[in-house]
């Protein structure tokens, strides 16, 4: 069975960090593609950001771009999203999924998701 689990998420103060890891277990993802995204209450999953197979090529969201930093560990087949400089607008789900076929920005493309971890930033 295919699972992708993320963790770290929580509740941190405006202008603080959190380091969000997404584990896969079941199948190897070390040559797919693997984003986040997020979802606010209201309103749409949106794309916040994706790496390579090979970590050569990475893809922000112009409103987390030089905040939050994408990584991956395929030795460990996990994901992480470094977020510095939180916001209260960066309150959401956050997801992680993997195996985009077609465009890395559309939640409907990406074959695996995992089951989500709340982001609060209070004000």
């Known amino acids: 069975q295919v699972q992708l689990v993320e963790s770290g998420g929580g509740l941190v103060q405006a202008g603080g960090s959190l380091r969000l890891a997404c584990s896969a277990s079941g199948r190897s993802f070390t040559r797919d593609s693997m984003g986040w995204f997020r979802q606010a209450p209201g309103k749409e999953r949106e794309f916040v950001a994706v790496?390579?197979?090979?970590?050569?090529?990475?893809y922000y969201a112009d409103s987390v771009k030089g905040r939050f930093t994408i990584s991956r560990d395929n030795a460990k087949n996990t994901m992480y999203l470094q977020m510095n400089s939180l916001k209260p607008e960066d309150t959401a789900v956050y997801y992680c999924?993997?195996?985009?076929?077609?465009?890395?920005?559309?939640?409907?493309?990406?074959?695996?998701w995992g089951q989500g971890t709340q982001v609060t930033v209070s004000s």
């Open positions: 790496i390579s197979w090979s970590g050569v090529s990475i």
């Open positions: 999924a993997a195996d985009p076929d077609g465009s890395y920005r559309r939640a409907s493309d990406y074959a695996y």
